[in-house]
């Protein structure tokens, strides 16, 4: 499984746009790249997936390079109910598999 | 209905006490998780169900027991545990080739 390795922490003011940019050196070929949004006491929320390239939903974009072996989560204009933890997880798709969570980002929005 | 369902929210119990833990979907998915909690930490693994069979323990201590009754519930079923197991217990399913797990809102268990 691949590892990933996130900051520990970030803050942001309200209004900005924030990035926040996960490692995963040794992603296989069949992997991919998802990111989930925490609340205090509440069950993760995915929030966006891909596999290489860009990806773009209602709420984030998700961008990959070439090879891989990281990839950024941007939010845009976060507003203080964005501060949550972001978790990157990268595997195949759910199903049958272990998928394992890594350390995660603490987002602080500041007013 | 796209939710995962857990029940009890909270719960507390003493260490001789016997208790389980339910989740429940109703979204046809073939696949569900058991994750663990603790405060300020990822959520860790514990089991995984395909097919309503037990495909992956991650060597979890056997005073957590864990139960498919049919493609649509899981159990844990809780018995002897100790303080240190106290935590966030997650509930998950999902669909093979599906990008996305749907979480339960967790049930926060307190071992006293």
């Known amino acids: 499984l691949a590892k990933t390795t996130q900051p520990i922490s970030m803050d942001s003011y309200e209004g900005q746009e924030v990035n926040i940019t996960c490692s995963h050196n040794?992603?296989?070929?069949?992997?991919?790249i998802t990111w989930y949004q925490q609340f205090p006491s509440q069950g993760p929320r995915f929030i966006i997936q891909g596999y290489k390239t860009k990806v773009t939903n209602e709420v984030a974009s998700l961008f990959i390079p070439a090879d891989r072996k990281s990839s950024t989560l941007s939010l845009p204009r976060v507003s203080l109910s964005d501060t949550a933890v972001y978790y990157c997880l990268v595997g195949e798709t759910w199903g049958y598999q272990k998928v394992t969570f890594g350390t995660g980002t603490k987002l602080q929005v500041i007013p | 209905d796209t939710e995962v369902t857990q029940t009890p929210k909270h719960l507390v119990m003493g260490m001789t006490n016997k208790k389980s833990l339910k989740c429940e979907q109703h979204?046809?998915?073939?696949?569900m998780y058991w994750y663990k909690q603790k405060a300020k930490k990822p959520p860790e693994l514990m089991f995984v169900y395909s097919y309503e069979k037990l495909s992956i323990n991650e060597s979890v201590p056997s005073r957590f027991s864990p139960e498919c009754p049919n493609s649509s519930l899981l159990n844990l079923h809780l018995h002897a545990l100790q303080p240190e197991d106290s935590a966030l217990y997650l509930c998950?399913?999902?669909?093979?080739?599906?990008?996305?797990?749907?979480f339960g809102q967790g049930t926060r268990l307190t071992v006293v």
């Open positions: 998950a399913s999902s669909q093979e080739g599906d990008p996305s797990a749907f």
């Open positions: 040794n992603i296989a070929t069949n992997d991919y």
């Open positions: 979204m046809g998915h073939r696949a």
